[in-house]
């Protein structure tokens, strides 16, 4: 029976090469010799040719690294490819598009290299590089990084200090919007059918505001139409109600949050309510984002309101079974983005 060569490993055919020319040298015959390895008869006469080039010998026989495909591009060329796409857009380039793609790094390694490569070879290299296609995440270009770090490093461990000093609870503040219409996420069907889910016609808009600490408090309230100033104090006067702790209350910079009103209630409370702001376009700073988000994703999104069931009902049930669970709030403060909080 023939052997394929090819399903052997390097070194295994270096001592087949190496063992069969020895023992041809030493008398045998090559016809038999290959036969008995169950190579091609012909194999044999390769072997014996390049073992008696001048100067190689038997050395002609050893197995060689191969050295591949030669790059197309520099090891320097290549580091620059990844220095475009890490944390930068190709706009920055001059190309109109915000997302990179392979067909995007075509062109510019084109322009910038006079180097064409075709898509597939470029996916590989960004593979090799260590670069993926991964979904974004959104950032508002007003966002200001100096103000985010200042916050990150300064004021929020200010804030931390005097509530410590103080023996007062730090909350974060933040509203949202639910409606009974919404159905959030992907289902399975036929390919080429799409599937339906039943919802209600009607949206039943819900209005709502949380605040929670790291310790694992949460305090809830809903409520209906747009927030403006007097409604904010009125849901500040809820959450106040009954505490004997001051508060540190960390929120955005909501105009409605900022009215003279507002000043004038939390001035009432003798120091007992303070308002500190996040900076502007910044809600990922924010852990009462990471509520909203884990309540919707599992609220009317997973499961749609039935007959005659009444959105704010289903947000009420939501609301218990968070304030039910401190240890599921307290989760929500190792997200990699509110890492800067410490009570």
């Known amino acids: 029976m023939k052997r394929d060569g090819r399903t052997l490993d390097r070194k295994t055919l270096e001592e087949i090469r190496l063992m069969a020319v020895e023992r041809v040298r030493e008398g045998e015959r090559p016809s038999e010799v290959i036969a008995a390895y169950g ?28 050295s591949g495909r ?28 915000g997302l990179w793609t392979r067909a995007i790094v075509v ?34 270009y007003q966002r200001d990084a100096q103000a985010i770090e200042r916050w990150q490093r300064e004021s929020y461990p200010a804030i931390a200090a005097q509530a410590k000093r103080e023996g007062a609870d730090i909350f974060f503040w933040d509203e949202s919007g639910f409606r009974a219409d ?40 809903v409520y209906q139409g747009a927030l403006n100033a007097e409604l904010f104090v009125e849901l500040l006067e809820q959450m106040m109600k009954g505490r004997k702790k001051p508060v ?47 309540v919707k994703r599992t609220g009317t999104a997973r499961r749609p309101l039935q007959a005659g069931e009444k959105l704010d009902i289903r947000i009420d049930a939501k609301r218990h079974a968070v304030q039910r669970n401190p240890k599921l709030v307290r989760s929500f403060f190792r997200a990699p983005s509110v890492a800067y909080i410490s009570d």
Do not use: M
């Open 182 to 221: 919404t159905v959030h996420g992907k289902t399975w069907g036929i390919r080429g059918k799409t599937p339906v889910v039943q919802r209600p016609g009607q949206r039943q808009p819900v209005s709502a505001a949380s605040a929670v600490n790291s310790r694992g408090a949460f305090w809830f309230c």
């Open 107 to 140: 062109t510019l390694i084109a322009q910038t290299f006079g180097v064409r490569l075709g898509v597939t070879a470029v996916g590989a290299l960004l593979a090799k590089l260590g670069l993926t296609p991964q979904k974004p995440l959104q950032r508002a």
């Open 39 to 66: 190579f091609s008869r012909t194999t044999i006469y390769k072997w014996l040719k390049a073992s008696s080039g001048r100067g190689k010998g038997l050395k002609a026989l050893r197995a060689t690294r191969g």
């Open 248 to 294: 540190h209350l960390v929120l955005d910079s909501l105009p409605a949050h900022k009215k003279a009103n507002v000043r004038e209630y939390v001035q009432s409370t003798e120091g007992k309510l303070s308002l500190h702001f996040l900076p502007g376009y910044a809600p990922d700073l924010n852990p009462d984002e990471l509520v909203w988000s884990h």
């Open 70 to 97: 030669p790059r197309t591009l520099t090891a320097a060329q290549e580091r620059q490819v990844f220095r475009w796409i890490n944390g930068r857009d190709p706009r920055q380039y001059g190309l109109d598009f």
